[in-house]
């Protein structure tokens, strides 16, 4: 049996660049369910295979700035001369509505929904060592030398980050990054903090606990 929904809970992952995390969320929601994922706006160029509206709003700068002003992001930032941001109305509007948000956004976004949303939960995802992460950059083959090199650069600063996040994910197999983060997302929602005002909950034990 399945519980009621209360209010949804925002998963954010973050990491650097190259390490997984659009092959992971995926996955998660293919697998999970009560959970969307929040598309991103941003106005870097759209890579092959990529799809408008799904993998991002792919958007001008000058719309970018325009909902900036508009105050309709969570969080946005400029990551490798590109504005990334997320939408605040989906975010917000779906949490409401008892699903859970999962947003998949840089480190520098990741700390800004950190300091604005403190009931969100934050996921880090690290390769398993930096050569790892300079090959799977490589085998993308959509970038320059150069634009590798400066993602790795900050990669190394992104790194620094990983004792700020609740949940480290070391992405050195696929699938057991995968089942690690559903089991994140599992046993986020069988808390009893989040649990104990459900009404089914609150008949097993009498409403009241005084320990």
């Not at 949303?117 to 996921?123: Q, S, T």
């Not at 085998?139 to 190394?156: F, H, M, Q, W, Y």
Request: proline content about 4%.
């Amino acid at each position: 049996m399945s519980l009621p929904r209360s209010k949804g809970i925002l998963f954010v992952i973050s990491g650097p660049s190259g390490v997984g995390k659009t092959s992971i969320i995926r996955a998660v929601l293919e697998r999970v369910e009560h959970l969307v994922f929040s598309v991103s706006c941003t106005t870097r160029p759209q890579r092959p295979g990529e799809v408008d509206g799904i993998d991002y709003f792919f958007v001008s700068t000058e719309k970018f700035q325009q909902m900036i002003s508009e105050n309709a992001f969570l969080e946005w930032a400029v990551v490798h001369d590109n504005y990334y941001g997320t939408p605040a109305s989906f975010v917000l509007e779906n949490l409401e509505k008892g699903l859970d948000v999962i947003l998949d956004i840089d480190v520098q976004g990741a700390l800004r929904v950190k300091a604005s949303y403190p009931g969100a939960k934050f996921v880090f995802i690290a390769p398993p060592s930096f050569e790892t992460l300079r090959e799977r950059l490589r085998r993308r083959g959509t970038e320059s030398d150069e634009r590798i090199a400066r993602r790795l650069e900050n990669a190394k600063r992104e790194l620094k980050h990983i004792p700020e996040f609740e949940y480290l994910l070391i992405n050195e197999d696929l699938e057991t990054s995968i089942s690690n983060l559903i089991s994140i997302i599992h046993a986020e929602r069988l808390k009893f903090e989040r649990l104990k005002d459900l009404e089914i909950v609150r008949n097993l034990y009498g409403g009241d606990h005084d320990g």
